[in-house]
């Protein structure tokens, strides 16, 4: 059955990076894209970007471009989110989530607790 | 930027039809999505497509999709069907947006 587990929670200083990894199993990876979803206490989802696992082709939404750094390793069958200038507005679950083309976010990881906190 | 704009609650007694909408420029041409959000847990899609039910997913959840609306109904509402639940859908520049959320109550 298809999964994707993330890597543990993370509390960091203002001003540090964070690096998020999703380890997907299941289903052929490079087959799908992975998107970065987050969510701050009580707010709404956001999407944060994608890449494509095939070419490694990535999109970032404008509000994270120049932030947000998304890679992925296929012979780990794992995908990796890095965010710097960590702010305390960072704080935040962030999600990974496969998607195809009419089929967005099918399955989800569980989630990572990131905490930024002087 | 893209908005998708959905009510912030909606409250039903057990067995009564629930029905979320979410409104957006351009839902007329791109498809909309729903997700489900119970609290601490990842979210589930629920739609897909406007309409189309992923396995697994009771026939009473059902979504349509009419010009810069789209609508997630729940029929005959269960308390497990309690949670936020989540529009998304794509921009024409191909920005990926959610809605706000809509917190269903059922009780």
């Known amino acids: 059955q298809v999964q994707l587990v993330q890597s543990g929670a993370e509390v960091k200083m203002p001003g540090a990076s964070v690096n998020v990894s999703c380890k997907a199993s299941?289903?052929?990876?490079?087959?799908?894209?992975m998107h970065w979803v987050r969510q701050a206490p009580g707010q709404r989802l956001e999407w944060m970007g994608w890449?494509?696992?095939?070419?490694?082709?990535?999109k970032y939404s404008q509000k994270f471009q120049g932030r947000v750094s998304i890679t992925r390793d296929t012979s780990a069958s794992t995908a990796y989110m890095e965010l710097s200038s960590l702010r305390s507005e960072d704080t935040a679950v962030y999600y990974c989530?496969?998607?195809?083309?009419?089929?967005?976010?099918?399955?989800w990881g569980q989630g990572t607790l990131v905490t930024v906190s002087s | 930027s893209y908005e998708l704009t959905q009510p912030p609650s909606v409250s039903v007694s057990p067995g009564q039809a629930a029905r979320i909408t979410c409104s957006g420029d351009a839902l007329p041409k791109k498809y909309a999505y729903w997700y489900q959000q119970k609290s601490g847990q990842a979210p589930v899609l629920v739609i897909y497509?406007?309409?189309k039910r992923p396995s697994g997913i009771p026939e009473r959840f059902s979504g349509s999709n009419s010009r810069t609306m789209a609508t997630l109904t729940i029929s005959g509402a269960q308390v497990e069907d309690e949670g936020d639940y989540y529009c998304?859908?794509?921009?024409?520049?191909?920005?990926?947006?959610f809605g706000g959320g809509t917190k269903l109550t059922v009780l």
């Open positions: 497509e406007d309409s």
């Open positions: 998304y859908s794509t921009d024409t520049s191909g920005n990926h947006v």
């Open positions: 299941g289903y052929p990876f490079t087959t799908f894209a």
């Open positions: 890449i494509n696992a095939g070419n490694g082709k990535t």
């Open positions: 989530a496969r998607s195809e083309v009419l089929l967005p976010f099918d399955y």
